[in-house]
């Protein structure tokens, strides 16, 4: 089996700072494409940043600037470094990652989600 477990996430005021972790284990053979998602109250789930296999990241419009996303291929993990949070990242944040697994087949998995709450 794969799994992604999050971890990190809390109850911040507004302008503070979270750092959000995603562990994946398992059956791993190579972990390609890894991202972070998030769902707000009566919101659908949206990508906030993506990272390749090869470090290159993307990220929503809404966070550039103040958030980070970055991997450690060899601790099979990827993090996400939030500053100035505002009200509105409020929400359940999901981990992201595409996957071949020893057996050589690709599927993509989701982490369990982590709730990040921020106090105006």
């Known amino acids: 089996q794969v799994q992604l477990a999050e971890s990190g996430g809390g109850l911040v005021q507004a302008g ?7 562990a994946a284990s398992g059956s791993i053979l190579r972990i390609n494409d890894m991202g972070w998602y998030r769902q ?26 103040r958030f980070t996303i970055s991997r450690d291929n060899s601790k099979k993990m990827v993090y996400l470094q939030m500053n100035s949070l505002k009200p509105d990242d409020t929400g359940v944040y999901y981990c992201n990652a595409a996957i071949t697994r020893v057996g050589g087949w690709f599927s993509g998995y989701w982490g369990q989600g982590t709730q990040v709450t921020v106090s105006s």
Do not use: F, M, W
Not at 16 to 22: D, F, N, V
Not at 45 to 65: F, H, K, M, Q
């Open 16 to 22: 503070g700072s979270l750092r959000l972790s995603c």
């Open 40 to 65: 707000a109250p009566g919101k659908q789930r949206e990508l906030v940043a993506g990272i390749t296999s090869g470090g290159s990241t993307n990220y929503a419009d809404s966070v550039v600037g």
